[in-house]
């Protein structure tokens, strides 16, 4: 995966909230490069792709590695897929637009850790 973009800032408390919901083995299995607009490689985690009120799809990306890792920020793109099924990021730049981004992203994390904490609850309960 490739893509010459800026980040774009989540909040802390949403980079909280996914500790809680994603594991060590389900962030290994997602992770890819991508390309800075200063040609400098990112290794990223895969937080989902997922659609925003406007029917458009974006993908949200934990850095790894450099600076970018030690800061509070995810990476959001809008997402789409070429032909043969290869994924394809675009910039967002209307601030409408990433701020739909940004609440559904909040959103699916959210839901991601209602579904863990049922999941706890109903563990503890057997």
């Known amino acids: 995966m490739e893509n010459k973009n800026k980040p774009n800032e989540i909040t802390e408390e949403i980079l909280d909230e996914m500790d809680d919901v994603l594991t060590e083995e389900e962030l290994a299995e997602e992770i890819v490069t991508i390309t800075m607009d200063d040609n400098t490689e990112v290794h990223c985690v895969i ?8 029917d458009r799809e974006y993908i949200a990306l934990l850095p790894l590695d450099g600076p970018e890792a030690d800061s509070d920020q995810v990476y ?22 990433f701020a739909l981004a940004s609440k559904a992203f909040a959103e699916m994390m959210e839901d991601l850790e209602a579904e863990d904490t049922e999941s706890a609850d109903s563990d503890s309960e057997e």
């Open 47 to 54: 937080l989902g792709i997922f659609e925003a009120e406007n």
């Open 76 to 97: 959001i793109y809008r997402y789409d897929e070429d032909e043969s099924e290869e994924p394809i990021l675009e910039n967002i730049a209307d601030d409408e637009e």
